[in-house]
């Protein structure tokens, strides 16, 4: 079992639209484990307000004087992981993919520590992708599910949201997430490559141990190896990188209307050879 966690520091969540605000607090369960805790009723959302402040603490971690170890991001609300954005707020705040989404999401893929989301709920959308960006996930096997349905709701996907998929997982895997917009349990991620494993604190701290976690950051070098391995996903989580692909959707989403118009101008005559 794990020991009780001194409590290291808790930077606020301030309150946002509908949103009450809440804590990102750092706890110490083991040497050298960093427990980041995301408090933010009622589903943990990735607004400006919360993001900044989980960057906040990943700063004080890495610069703050502590010793390098391994970070552990989870919830302090027991339903949910993170229930992604919101909508409203992120398609209404300027600059907020690039200079806040992204920046939370490429701080995580090239921390210098090792780092393990624990889902303890709900994992949906960009708080999915968030999980995703960390190095391990370990996952609730009694409650929760794990999914990316932005086709039920009718949102593409941007380059830099599915890239860490198609990086990470089995090619079947992430057709199923974003085609079908499977829900995946505890059990059901750990068979398709999604999690490493399925428990709560324990099984991370366990992980933590069984790989030797808290020693890999020591030589520095740890989140340049991050940054190499995934380069696809780092390039797309830059600004220039988010111009380049919101380009990029612009001249599909254009050929797509073109497309349409043009099949809807031959439409009549397949029908007269069809005899419809």
């Known amino acids: 079992m794990a020991t009780p966690s001194k409590t290291l520091f808790a930077i606020p969540i301030p309150p946002l639209n509908q949103h009450p605000g809440g804590t990102v607090t750092v706890t110490l369960p083991a040497p050298a ?3 980041l805790t995301i408090t933010s009723p009622p589903d943990n959302r990735l607004t400006t307000a919360s993001c900044t402040a989980i960057l906040d603490a990943l700063d004080l971690i890495e610069f703050g004087g502590y010793t390098p170890g391994v970070v552990i991001t989870t919830s302090g609300l027991p339903k949910f992981f993170s229930n992604g954005l919101d909508l409203e707020h992120a398609l209404g705040t300027e600059g907020f993919l690039p200079r806040v989404l992204y920046r939370l999401f490429n701080r995580y893929l090239t921390y210098p520590m090792p780092t393990i ?8 959308a960009g708080g999915l992708m968030l999980a995703m960006h960390n190095d391990y996930r370990v996952m609730n096997p009694a409650k929760g599910f794990a999914c990316v349905n932005e086709l039920e709701f009718g949102v593409p996907l941007k380059a830099a949201m599915s890239s860490i998929f198609r990086l990470k997982l089995p090619p079947a895997t992430y057709r199923d997430l974003v085609l079908e917009a499977k829900r995946f349990s505890g059990e059901e991620g750990v068979k398709a490559g999604l999690v490493d494993r399925t428990g709560g604190l324990d099984q991370a701290l366990e992980l933590i141990k069984e ?4 020693n890999k950051a020591k030589t520095g070098i740890y ?3 991050k940054a190499e391995m995934y380069r696809e996903s780092v390039g797309f989580l830059t600004q220039a990188g988010y111009d380049k692909e ?3 959707d612009r001249l599909m989403i254009e050929g797509e209307d073109k497309r349409k118009e043009g099949a809807e101008g031959k439409l009549g005559s397949i029908k007269e050879k069809a005899k419809l």
């Open 246 to 248: 919101e380009e990029k």
């Open 33 to 35: 484990v960093y427990l």
């Open 211 to 214: 790989r030797k976690l808290t």
């Open 223 to 225: 989140g340049l190896l």
């Open 117 to 124: 989301a624990l889902l303890p709920g709900h994992a949906f």
